[in-house]
């Protein structure tokens, strides 16, 4: 029986002939896709379709709004010299601008302070590590503390729903790497996944907002992100608030995280992560 001919690329070929080429076509589309410029076009092109990005700015203009109204129910102040910190010299002159005001109008500075705060985090804007040190400077430790943890707590919480909604694409188009492995890791510690997450937050292993934005991504439920987050940025938050009682001795905010400091937070870290180990040695044995 004669073998079946083709026409390809104005040439007749057989079967099998036809295979070859279609399979040569394959290897050389693959070595475009592996290409720089192929690569570069790729983590250019954004993410988000068009629905996940109406709906994150529908959800920013929700917040916006909800912070713009509640500026307008604040009495008047002198907005001119009120700024969001870049350096610890713009927060020393924020921290005397704000000292007369916070004392005057406790209850709405704080109402002001805490959805300022939880709004940056949410929307991953960065300078949150200002605001704490600022809770220090005017509310002291205890205070400061709570109002810290608090508000981290509500914004990490915010980004991680907004994250469910519509992060996957955008991490997986950020980090790809990075989420594989937390990926895996977490896999590895599903029956002890409180312990893993609370040494994620106390230590600076990877950053807070990847947790924040990841954690929904694979699968930790919300319950064990929430109390994880609550609990594990307690140690953070008393450094930082402690070294906004003293901030004309800071110079950077690189200084609040000394070697000193980061070994006593992977201490408490493998704390929290002890019963595991423990676990696997007596599961090994």
Known sequence: MASTRNIVGGETTTG???????AMRDEEKAKEDDSPSAK?????????????????LGVFFVFSSGLFC???????????KL?????????????DNLTTYANEYPAQFILGYCSTYIFMQTFMIPGTIFMSLLAGALFG????IFLVVFNATAGASSCF?????????LVNWLWPEKLRFFQAEIAKRREKLLNYMLFLRVTPTLPNLF????????????????????????PASYITVRAGLALGDLKSVKDLYDFKTLSVLFIIGSISIFPTLLKRKRIYE
């Open 141 to 144: 430790v205890v205070r400061g």
């Open 161 to 169: 729903f907004l994250s469910k909604l519509i992060g996957r694409p």
């Open 83 to 95: 700024k969001l910190p870049r350096t610890i010299s713009d927060l020393r002159l924020l921290k």
């Open 16 to 22: 099998n002939e036809r295979g070859r080429v279609l």
């Open 211 to 234: 947790i924040n934005l990841a954690s929904p991504i694979v699968d930790i439920p919300f319950h064990i992100f929430f109390l994880a987050t609550l609990l594990g940025l307690i």
């Open 70 to 80: 509640i500026y307008l129910t604040m009495p008047a102040a002198e907005y001119g």
């Open 40 to 56: 570069r076009a790729k983590f250019e092109r954004f993410p988000l379709t068009r629905w996940e990005l109406a709906a994150a």
